[in-house]
């Protein structure tokens, strides 16, 4: 069964420091897909990045970056010099790469950050 | 931009009447899906869709049923609302071109329900 983990539900940090969102996940598929989406206060769900289960170079943009480690099971995300517009809850998401109804996203729970000025 | 609406964007109502969601999208998109999103549990899937008429049960599907008579619009219906249905209801659609997805969603701007 697939399964994804976002052990910190709440982080806060102050303006300008970084921080590393955490995700684990579990499948038994080989070839797989991992998500981030943001949802910021006023609700809406953003799409940010698709990771392919064969493609672990770590992906920059910006000031954001994510650590695609098959490992260790774990697809973290880091915002560099955090700013106030940072806050939302973040959300780790896998996929079987099949398409189709299996390609069905499963979701963790989210990590709620709050940067403080 | 997905194109994707969903209405009403907020409802209040009572325990026991019916309530309609309506999803609507302007891009053709074959996939459609419906979840919840509540304090604690992340975003949960109730039904999902793979084309005109084709539906199939998501993670909390008991007490909701859903219709897809036309490809722009995916309806989830509360047949008998309960407090329990209290939730930000999402729609979703996934992209896929030419036969190939990589399976990210885009999802609507959501519905708050408030079932008094």
């Known amino acids: ?117 | 931009d997905a194109g994707i609406t969903q209405s009403p964007r907020h409802k209040v109502t009572e325990t026991g009447t019916p309530v309609t969601l309506r999803c609507h999208q302007t891009e053709n998109h074959r996939y459609m899906y419906w979840y919840r999103q509540d304090p604690g549990h992340g975003l949960r899937l109730i039904h999902y869709s793979y084309g005109v008429k084709d539906t199939d049960k998501g993670e909390v599907s008991d007490g909701y049923s859903v219709s897809r008579s036309k490809t722009e619009d995916f309806l989830l219906t509360l047949e008998s609302a309960t407090s329990s249905q209290t939730s930000v209801y999402f729609c979703a659609i996934k992209s896929a071109e030419a036969g190939l997805t990589y399976n990210e969603q885009f999802f609507g701007p959501g519905t708050r329900l408030t079932v008094l």
């Open chain 1, 1 to 117: 069964a697939q399964k994804v983990t976002q052990a910190q539900t709440e982080i806060s940090v102050v303006e300008k420091e970084d921080v590393t969102l955490d995700c684990v996940y579990e499948t038994r598929d080989t070839t797989y897909y991992l998500f981030w989406y943001k949802q910021p206060p006023s609700g809406e769900l953003v799409f940010l990045i698709r990771r392919n289960s064969f493609d672990e170079q770590n992906e920059i943009s910006g000031r954001y970056s994510w650590n695609f480690q098959k490992s260790t099971s774990s697809f973290n995300f880091t915002i560099t010099a955090s700013q106030v517009v940072d806050s939302a809850v973040y959300f780790c998401a896998l996929s079987e790469a099949r398409g189709g109804s299996q390609g069905n996203l499963i979701f963790g729970k989210g990590t709620k950050l709050s940067v403080k000025p």
